[in-house]
Nanobody, 121 residues
Framework: QVQLVESGGGLVQAGGSLRLSCAASGRTISMNNMGWFRQAPGKERECVAAIMWRTRTTYYADFVKGRFTISRDNAKSMVYLQMNSLKPEDTANYYC??????????????WGQGTQVTVSS
């Protein structure tokens, strides 16, 4: 079973940037499609970005297109999310996980603690 640890969150002003990192351990994720998800208080968890393991094809939710960039380093078992032009509505706890491509859901037994992103106006 893979363990996923997210980091890089924090408090930032609207318009600012953050880079989130996700470190995988326990087993390799080099052959898994990976995604970043977020959950705000009172809302359901949603997929914001995903990247395929082989082709590096990416997916972005409409509300982050042009602002967020997902990347991965299979050799380091890392997944990243560069977030630019942040908005207050981006405030949420952000998680990485193995993603079910097309369904945009995560693997149930692999959720980590996430990293909190707070964007002030």
């Amino acid at each position: 079973q893979v363990q996923l640890v997210e980091s890089g969150g924090g408090l930032v002003q609207a318009g600012g940037s953050l880079r989130l990192s996700c470190a995988a351990s326990g087993r390799t994720i080099s052959m898994n499609n990976m995604g970043w998800f977020r959950q705000a208080p009172g809302k359901e968890r949603e997929c914001v970005a995903a990247i395929m393991w082989r082709t590096r094809t990416t997916y972005y939710a409409d509300f982050v297109k042009g602002r967020f960039t997902i990347s991965r380093d299979n050799a380091k078992s890392m997944v990243y999310l560069q977030m630019n032009s942040l908005k207050p509505e981006d405030t949420a706890n952000y998680y990485c996980n193995i993603v079910n491509w097309g369904r945009w859901s995560g693997q149930e037994d692999s959720w980590g603690q996430g990293t909190q992103v707070t964007v002030s106006s």
